[in-house]
Structure formats: structure tokens, C-alpha cells
């Protein structure tokens, strides 16, 4: 499988290591991060194809750590997962270029599922879409 | 009543509080009791009854401060401040009472996400546990219940938090309303992989100028449940189409899908509580969304044939 790299950042132990061991059978090579430190390290060396974000992260929310991880590689594809269902944030999320989002608890197999399609199907993030198509920043969206 | 000041001559202090009072008073207010004012140089409370005709019997209390101005030759005139303590006092207390309730809100959704988080860990771990299983085994059995009884723990949960959602979400909305189009869009936008996944196409017809007058967070409510019902009806793919318009300030939205579709003696009560035609259904959904409705002078319809889909029509009277 070709951009099979993921990056799953989450601080709750158990799910970091359910996640990277489902991910792990599915054919991906998974790296696991609790805080935004470890996470741009693991970026950096790794160059990851797709992070998995946790919103809540010490000390960070996950679109802050996105925009960071853009910078060491522009063209990494973003996955959210949160607990709290925070509307707001999800569509915030959805225009900043998340090309999902799950809430926990989530089935781990959908979630793979539609992990492995982004990877293949080469599905850009939607930024990078609007990027490409504009030649110019997102359109703002209009409220 | 609000804050003033406004100066005087030593003589005149007590005349002057009592006659600006009831100049002021007297148009809104009759004054029952007044109690005799003396004064000196400083702060004082002073309680005086009155009966607020739109409201019962208030006493009200003012902090009045006097201040002396005098010169060398002696005393010139006061200065007399005065605020209205029972109006503030009421204030301070609607702003506690909202915000220890927003407190609570927030101290009940941590708990709600530090408990999800070990949910989800289970969960997660039990199916990487059942794949190993086959499928007349009994494990297989076990850890298929044990995942119903997690997400059954998890939509009480969210079932919970929603009750606080009521009681807080701010019900002022900007002159012009909440947009229909706006809102379909975002829910749409939200589900996208859903619909992916699933092989769904959509189609939205929204008018734009469709604007009515209800809480963001429940109109979001009603149109996660009624699109949320589309999808999984739609297990094999197929169209959703979601129209709205306008038409004698009334706002008429239509969400039709391609899915399984309700038995002819079900629609009849599919609005009742703890009704579903779903495995893990909470039968609380619709019943919900219908009730919301309602609420806001709507009302809601739908009409199913098994094995070709649903539509539901919903209608709301317009933001004028």
C-alpha cells in the first residue's frame, strides 16, 4: 500500500496502542505521539502521509498541532478523533482540510476502512484541493 | 432604574432624594411606604417600597453617597450619587446562577469525555479480540454484547449531555435567523465520509433565503437525526436528495432517501418514544426531532414505501 505511513497522535495510553495495532494489521506502518513534542519529532523523521489527531491534547488543541505539522510536511492529510462532540470544531475542522472525523468511541473497522481509501485513492486534503484549483488561499466560507 | 448624581444644597439633600425619587418613581411606580431620610456625608442604604405594576411588590434599596463641596467661605452645595443595588444585586444573581450552571456543563462533559475514552479503548481492543473468533463461536457471541452494552453506555451518555445543551444553548440568534442552507451544508459536510463510504450521492436543492427562528444548536439536532436515519437506511448506496424552499412565509424542506424504507404499520409509530426500527435504536430519535419541531410552530411528516425509501417533510413557519 503506497502512502501507508500514520501518525496517530492521542495522550490516553490504551487508545494510542489499540489504534497503531489495528492500524499495524491493516498494512500501515503506524508511529504513536502523546503531546505535540514527540509528534513533530516522529514528523520530521518519518514524513507521514496521515495524522491521526486527538482535539484535546495537553496543553494544544489538534488544529493548532495541524497547522505546525503542515509546516514539516505540507502535504500530510489529517483525521480527527475526539470524544466530546463539539459541532463547532467539527466544521472548524472540516474547513481547515480534515478529511474526517470520528467520535470515540468509533468502530476501528470503519475507521480503517476509510483510512486505507484516503491513502489510496490519493484524496487530497480539501485545502490543498481549493489550493490547486484557486491558485489562491480556501475561499472563506460565508456564516 | 439606573445610576445618577446630581448636585444640591445642604437644605435641600432630603427633599431633593425624595422628590427625584418620585419624579422618577412615579411614572412607572406607585411608592407604598417611604421611610423619613437623614442624611449625612458619606455612604448610605437607603430602603424604600415601592409596587412594580408589571412585577410584585419590590422593595428596593439604593447606595447613595453624599459628598460635601464646600470652599473657603463655606459650604457651596452636594453632590449626591446614588445606584440601585436591588437591580445590580439581581443582575450579579442571574449572572451566578447561568454561570455556575455553565460550570456544571463543563465539569459534566469532562467527565462524560474521561469516561468515553476508556469506552472507546474497550471497544476498540474487543474487536481486534473477536476477529480471532469464528463465527459460531460463543466469544464471538459475548464480545457482540458487550459492544451493544458500550455504545447503549455511550448514547446514555450523549443522552445526558444533551440535557445540559437544552438548559445552556444561548437563544439569541442574529436578526436575521438561523440559514436553512447553512445548516444543511454543515451537517452534510459533517457526514461526507459517512456518505463516501457508504457509496451515497447527494444532492441539496436549497433555496438561499430560507431563515427561521430557532436554537443553531437544535435546528443542527433535527437534521443530524433525520439525515443520520437516510444513511443508514442506505445500506446498498443510492441518492439522498434535500430540498428547500419558500412559499407564503412558510419554509418547506424535504430529505428523501433510497433506503429500506418502513413497514406501511410502523410510520404510524415511528414518532413514539422508545419506538425504533433499528437494532441499536434508542427509539428516542425521532420523537426528539418531532418534538423540537413542534416546539418551534413546525410540524413533520413521512411518508415510506418498504424497499424504495423515505421521505420526510418537514415544515417550519418563516423568519419574518
Keep these: ?143 | 432604574m439606573g445610576d445618577g448624581r446630581w448636585p444640591t444644597s445642604a437644605k435641600n439633600i432630603v427633599r431633593s432624594i425624595k422628590h427625584y425619587y418620585d419624579y422618577l418613581i412615579k411614572n412607572t411606580y406607585t411608592i407604598e411606604r417611604d421611610s423619613p431620610l437623614y442624611v449625612k456625608e458619606g455612604s448610605h442604604r437607603i430602603l424604600i417600597d415601592y409596587q412594580d405594576k408589571e412585577k410584585d411588590n419590590h422593595i428596593h434599596a439604593f447606595d447613595v453617597n453624599f459628598s460635601v463641596i464646600e470652599d473657603s467661605k463655606g459650604l457651596l452645595g452636594c453632590l449626591v450619587t446614588y445606584e440601585d443595588v436591588i437591580e445590580l444585586e439581581e443582575m450579579r444573581n442571574k449572572k451566578a446562577q447561568y454561570e455556575s450552571l455553565l460550570a456544571e456543563k463543563e465539569l459534566a462533559a469532562s467527565y462524560v469525555h474521561e469516561i468515553k475514552n476508556p469506552i472507546f479503548s474497550i471497544r476498540g481492543f474487543l474487536q481486534i479480540l473477536q476477529q480471532s473468533f469464528n463465527e459460531d463461536d460463543k466469544r464471538k457471541e459475548y464480545t457482540d454484547i458487550i459492544i451493544n452494552e458500550l455504545d447503549r453506555m455511550n448514547n446514555l451518555l450523549n443522552e445526558f449531555l444533551s440535557k445540559y445543551r437544552e438548559h445552556t444553548s444561548t437563544k439569541v440568534q442574529n436578526d436575521k435567523g438561523v440559514s436553512i442552507k447553512l445548516a444543511i451544508e454543515e451537517i452534510i459536510a459533517f457526514f461526507q465520509y459517512s456518505l463516501e463510504l457508504k457509496g451515497i450521492n447527494y444532492k441539496l436543492d436549497l433555496d438561499d433565503e430560507l431563515f427561521v427562528s430557532i436554537d443553531r444548536d437544535q435546528l443542527m439536532q433535527i437534521f443530524i437525526n433525520l439525515i443520520q436515519n437516510s444513511i443508514e437506511a442506505m445500506k446498498e448506496g443510492g441518492h439522498l436528495t434535500i430540498k428547500a424552499y419558500g412559499k407564503d412565509d412558510r419554509i418547506y424542506i424535504e430529505i428523501k432517501d433510497e433506503g429500506v424504507g418502513i413497514k406501511q404499520d410502523q410510520v404510524d409509530k415511528i414518532f413514539k418514544p422508545f419506538f425504533s426500527t433499528k437494532e441499536k435504536g434508542t427509539g428516542l430519535g425521532l420523537y426528539i426531532t418531532k418534538r423540537i419541531v413542534d416546539n418551534y410552530g413546525g410540524s413533520m411528516s413521512l411518508k415510506s414505501t418498504e424497499g424504495k425509501g423515505t421521505t420526510c417533510y418537514l415544515e417550519f413557519p418563516m423568519k419574518s
Design chain 1, 1 to 143: 500500500m503506497q502512502n501507508n505511513k500514520v501518525l496517530i497522535v492521542d495522550d490516553q495510553y490504551w487508545i494510542k496502542i489499540m489504534l497503531k495495532e489495528v492500524l499495524t494489521n491493516s498494512g500501515f506502518t503506524a508511529f504513536v505521539a502523546s503531546n505535540h513534542v514527540e509528534a513533530l519529532e516522529i514528523a520530521k523523521n518519518e514524513q507521514p502521509d496521515i495524522v491521526v489527531l486527538d482535539v484535546n491534547l495537553p496543553g494544544i488543541d489538534g488544529l493548532s498541532l495541524l497547522s505546525s505539522l503542515k509546516k514539516v510536511k505540507p502535504s500530510i492529510r489529517a483525521v480527527f478523533i475526539s470524544a466530546s462532540s463539539d459541532t463547532d470544531y467539527v466544521s472548524r475542522a472540516m474547513t481547515e482540510g480534515a478529511l474526517g472525523f470520528f467520535f470515540k468511541p468509533f468502530d476501528i473497522f470503519e475507521f480503517t476502512t476509510f483510512l486505507v481509501k484516503i491513502s489510496t485513492s490519493g484524496m487530497a486534503s480539501r485545502g490543498e484541493g481549493k489550493w490547486e484549483m484557486d491558485g489562491g488561499p480556501p475561499a472563506q466560507k460565508t456564516s
